[in-house]
């Protein structure tokens, strides 16, 4: 089973902070039971799959990889957890993840650091870190991941495993522990594409526990792999190509597209002039999402809670010690971002640009099919590289952070190694719902 996997790499790899072996095996039984009885089953019945920790698992401890829920367990499963049980899925355990999913390199975890199976003095990307390293050490065939500004793409290209950001609305968010309400999503990171439109199917659609789901029809995303992509307009976007960018990221990106021409699309050069602000815009909605998003945590419903006397200083306390340095960092942006007087020169204009960025994509739409940009400017770092410069680590997801702004799917797969033979990720971006040219395009370059 995969558990020998885990026994071999795990611990120098650490994607997961909690195992959950024993209901795994039992899952396994049944459906072994199922298969001798002769019943048909899902796909899915069997499978392996890793559960980012910021998704509630009913009796099973979800803790954002912090200190504040180190033994929350939920009393329910969120709803894409429900949905791949219902398909009989096997959960492996919960994946690490940094602190509230607010990093790219898995480092702000308050657990542990997971190494990047490819090279395990490098980070896996984050926040999604541990998620993708299960999936591409073989601890789990597949993972789900959440996407704020990246999460999931950015860790799938830096450990060369496959990434789906879907639409914002697509996929419920019920359950999963929310950061920024307007950007975040679930999605699948996986071996390979067909994996990916398959897990899809069964986590897409509209739930009734989450206002922000979209009812539409869902298609089966496994008829989108064909390999005809004749015709197909493809848009580059210049300013993901800029400074910044890593020379044999460009190169590796630009062969893939002109491959992709090769096989009958065609491409040309695009401008989303509004791209620059959007780093900026994230970083003042993102963390005034997350202060009100993290107001619960207090010490008195669930979590931590420090001993102190009176209530005000157990709040503080509480906080004081729950909370790691990123997050707390956040808070305090995010707190000072709304407050009255400065609400409309940051959080009011931070809005406004969010609109200008997707009035880019609205209108490169009208021409293009999908997008096409390098996943994030860089190969997996070494540990430690960026731990010390919030900034620096920020800049991880300039390509990624406008698709999250704009609530559009994006997709993460491998297109090729930089010298040392560290993964390389292409990013494709497509029309809101329209995964399915993402992964027409996605299966014909694979
Ligand atoms: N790295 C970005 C951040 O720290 C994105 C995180 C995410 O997508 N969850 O906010």
């Known amino acids: 089973s995969v558990y020998n996997q885990i026994e071999e790499v795990e611990s120098d790899v650490q994607a997961y902070v909690t195992l959950t072996k024993e209901d795994a095996l039992q899952r396994a039984k ?12 899902s796909p899915l019945a069997g499978i392996p799959i890793a559960i980012k920790d910021n998704m509630s698992t009913a009796g099973v401890k979800t803790t954002c990889s912090s200190e504040i829920l180190h033994n929350y367990k939920p009393p329910f499963d969120a709803t894409v957890v429900e ?15 940094d602190e509230f999913a607010m990093g790219s390199s898995t480092e702000n975890s308050g657990i542990q650091v997971t190494k990047n199976p490819c090279d395990l003095e490098r980070v896996p990307g984050g926040s999604s870190g ?13 993972a789900l991941g959440s996407d704020t500004g990246g999460s999931i793409r950015q860790p799938a ?3 060369g495993v496959v990434g789906l950001k879907p639409t914002y609305g697509l996929v419920s968010r019920y359950g999963l522990v929310a950061f920024a309400s307007s950007l975040d999503q679930i999605g699948p990171i996986t071996k390979d594409v067909t994996d990916c439109a398959l897990t899809l199917n069964y986590i897409a659609g509209h739930d009734q526990y989450d206002s922000t789901s979209v009812e539409r029809e869902i298609p089966d995303y496994t008829k989108s792999l064909t390999e005809d992509i004749a015709g197909l307009k493809i848009g580059v976007p210049k300013e993901y190509f800029g400074e910044g960018i890593d020379e044999e990221v460009k190169k590796s990106v630009w062969e893939a597209i002109e491959q992709l021409e090769e096989l009958g699309a ?55 010690e729950g909370f790691g340095d990123e ?120």
Do not use: W
Not at 30 to 41: C, H, I, R, T, W
Not at 88 to 94: E, Q, R, S, T
Not at 137 to 142: D, H, R, V
Not at 431 to 437: G, L, P, S, V
């Open 30 to 41: 049944e459906v072994d039971q199922k298969l001798a009885n002769g019943e048909e089953v």
């Open 83 to 97: 949905k791949l049980f219902a398909e009989d899925a096997v959960m492996v355990g919960k994946a690490n993840m």
């Open 157 to 159: 290209s830096f450990c």
């Open 266 to 320: 065609e491409y040309e050069e695009v401008s989303l002039p509004h791209t620059e602000y959007a780093l900026s815009a994230y970083y003042l909605i993102a963390p005034a999402e997350a202060s009100s998003n993290l107001a619960r945590y207090d010490g008195v419903r669930y979590g931590l809670r420090s001993e102190s006397n009176g209530l005000i200083d157990m709040f503080k306390e509480t906080r004081e």
């Open 327 to 446: 997050v707390k960092r956040r808070i305090m942006l995010g707190t000072y971002a709304l407050s009255s007087g400065y609400y409309d020169a940051y959080y009011k204009k931070a809005q406004k640009v969010r609109t200008l960025v997707r009035e880019d994509f609205d209108q490169a739409f009208k021409e293009y099919d999908v997008l096409i940009s390098p996943t994030s400017p860089t190969t997996a770092f070494e540990v430690g590289d960026k731990s010390d410069d919030p900034l620096e680590m920020y800049l991880s997801d300039i390509c990624t952070i406008p698709v999250n702004l704009a609530g559009l799917p994006a997709l993460s797969m491998p297109c090729g190694t930089d010298e040392q033979g560290l993964p390389i990720g292409l990013h494709i971006i497509g029309q809101a719902f329209d995964e399915e040219t993402i992964l027409q395009v996605a299966y014909a370059f694979e």
């Open 130 to 142: 541990g998620s993708a390293a299960a999936v591409a050490a073989g601890e789990a065939t597949i």
